[in-house]
């Protein structure tokens, strides 16, 4: 019978198979040079050489880590001992990311600041001291607050490169470059635009916090979030002096966005900081989109939709559209239409027309959904009557911490077609369009009524959530693959995310204690999504001849 070589030598343990001394003692010279004899077991002494390499790396380790950021290494060890339900789990931190020191080139800002003038123009700001923070002032002897952590990154140079148009006293205002004019000047625009190196935008992150809410106060909630200088975002942790488990994990967290809103802002100043540029950009035939992230009852609806008093950035960013297009369209060439469709346990559905779920389809414009009614709108109150609706037919159901909480994902969409000459004379039809997408809300099972139907509807919304924290990971960390195809919500959204668009998040917070998780969750997730960028913007357009007025062939006109 055959036998292997190698059987034949484990066989013979006289010559071959170590005894245990001379598994344990270290090796002589002798039996180093014996190492070279052809019959010698090929594994023989690699214990010890791994041994020593793995002492010479972890020397070399200790010896790099000594020269990185200690504050960054503390801050990691924070996100792992968080209690709550981390959507970032599902990818790394791009920790070895080297911070950009350069400004970035923000076509959608008209107004970004040349880095040589680039200064600070505020000065970060200390963690404020608590008789300052009059919402947490402690109250009984009973609590405690606890310190906040040091600002999290002295490289704010992308923040601060770019003049935001909101109405802060802090941040100084420079003219805003016209961005309208005539057509000539549109199409040198254009130019200019498609000329910019391969430099995607980042997205521009925004966080609004609501006011208390009557139910939050009367059980006896406490205000945990402070916004600072129209940037800053503090949060604290509170607990009882007895709670010792708890006191050992507790923290304080700052964080800093483009901008953030105190409850106190109006929807007007929503709109105008986060998304009236992005109007003005559909008009020059540029992708836009906004979408409101946060847990449930955190203001995501209340920003988007608003109220009839209080009308939100959907409603806003209709009426300035329109506002402009009257102002530009003097011979009546522009054409918006839109669609709302919602994302509901996984399926697909039109809000205007309700039927049958809607099939995703990839064409050349991107994804869409076959078959989505494209309405042709021709003033605000109709499309506010075509919003109100479609939010009728949108699925809300009472939840624990929302008594009409969005059960679905909603996605406004607005797409603006219009005629423009060149210096050639030839007529360019450009398309923008503008997504407005209301987020469901980004519960924790128990927030949420585990019992019924929710339970489902929390899986799925929590599914579609983690499947777009996928995707914002790995567009991150500049992976190849980016999983859109994990849920349809990412798959709607590829255009936003990864796609040559202008893209606005506004993630919502809720002041409340009792949220603190939620809170700490959507501002981490919030951060994160500050390092994505997406595509160089080409305006979406096409040489026409001269006069032949043709609307996009696949809408589908109901008026
Ligand atoms: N900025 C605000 N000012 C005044 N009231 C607000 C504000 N934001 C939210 N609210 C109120 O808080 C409640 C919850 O808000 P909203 O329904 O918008 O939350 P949501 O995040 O959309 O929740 P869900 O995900 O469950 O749909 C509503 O009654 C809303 O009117």
């Known amino acids: 019978m055959p036998v292997s070589t190698r059987s034949q030598i484990i066989n013979n343990p006289g010559q071959n198979e170590p005894n245990q001394d001379n598994r344990t003692r270290p090796k002589t010279d002798q039996e180093e040079t014996h190492m070279a004899h052809p019959l010698r077991n090929p594994h023989h002494g690699l214990k010890e050489k791994m041994k020593a390499l793995t002492l010479l790396y972890e020397q070399q380790k200790q010896a790099s880590a000594s020269v990185k950021d200690p504050s960054f290494k503390s801050e990691e060890s924070r996100f792992s001992t968080h209690p709550s339900i981390d959507l970032l789990s599902s990818g790394k931190r791009a920790e070895s990311k080297p911070k950009e020191s350069k400004p970035i080139s923000h076509v959608m800002r008209e107004n970004i600041m040349p880095s040589s003038t680039v200064t600070r123009t505020y000065v970060l700001p200390q963690p404020p001291v608590v008789e300052d923070a009059k919402e947490n002032v402690a109250v009984g002897g009973g609590d405690r607050i606890v310190g906040f952590s040091c600002p999290r990154k002295a490289n704010m140079s992308s923040t601060v490169a770019r003049k935001l148009s909101m109405g802060s006293s802090v941040v100084p205002q420079t003219e805003p470059r016209e961005i309208g004019g005539t057509n000539k000047e549109n199409v040198q625009e254009l130019d200019t635009i498609s000329e910019k190196p391969g430099v995607g935008n980042r997205i521009l992150v925004f966080v609004r916090l609501r006011p208390m809410a009557k139910k939050e106060r009367e059980a006896g909630s406490r205000c945990c979030v402070r916004i600072v200088n129209r940037g800053d975002v503090y949060l604290t942790e509170f607990a009882s002096e007895h709670d010792y488990l708890r006191l050992k994990r507790l923290r304080g967290r700052h964080f800093t966005f483009d ?301």
């Not at 506002?323 to 039109?350: A, C, I, M, P, W």
């Not at 959204?493 to 606005?504: E, P, Q, R, Y």
Request: aromatic residues 6%; positive net charge; hydrophobic residues 35%.
């Open 259 to 559: 901008a953030s809103f105190p409850d106190s802002t109006s929807q007007q100043e929503v709109y105008s900081t986060t998304t009236a540029e992005l109007v003005e950009a559909v008009l020059q035939g540029r992708n836009g989109s906004v979408f409101c992230y946060g847990a449930t009852g955190a203001g995501k609806t209340y920003t988007m939709l608003g109220t009839v008093e209080n009308p939100g950035v959907m409603v806003l960013a209709i009426k300035d559209l329109f506002n402009k297009v009257r102002q530009r369209s003097f011979d009546g060439n522009h054409v918006v239409h839109l669609s709302y469709l919602e994302v509901y346990n996984e399926t697909v559905r039109d809000l205007i027309s309700p039927g049958r779920p809607l099939v995703l389809r990839e064409d050349k414009q991107g994804i869409v959904a076959a078959g989505l009614t494209q309405y042709r709108a021709y003033s605000t109150d109709e499309v506010m009557a075509l919003l109100q609706q479609g939010n009728q037919n949108r699925t809300t159901e009472p939840t624990r911490a929302n008594e009409t909480s969005s059960r679905s994902h909603a996605i406004l969409q607005v797409a603006v077609e219009y005629q423009v000459k060149d210096e050639s004379n030839n007529v360019v039809n450009r398309v923008g369009k503008l997504s407005l997408i209301d987020l469901a809300g980004s519960e924790r099972a128990l927030a949420t009524d585990q019992r019924t139907l929710r339970s489902l509807e929390g899986a799925n919304i929590n599914r579609s959530l983690l499947a777009l924290s996928s995707c914002i990971n790995a567009l991150v960390e500049g992976k190849k693959h980016i999983p859109y195809r994990n849920s349809k919500l990412t798959q709607l959204l590829k255009d936003s995310l990864g796609g040559a668009c202008n893209t606005v998040m506004i993630a919502n917070i809720s002041p409340s204690n009792l949220s603190f998780g939620e809170t700490q969750n959507t501002l981490h997730w919030a951060d994160r999504a500050k390092e994505i960028r997406t595509k160089v913007h080409l305006p979406r357009f096409s040489i026409l001849q001269l006069h032949s007025f043709s609307l996009l062939p696949r809408l589908t006109c109901l008026s």
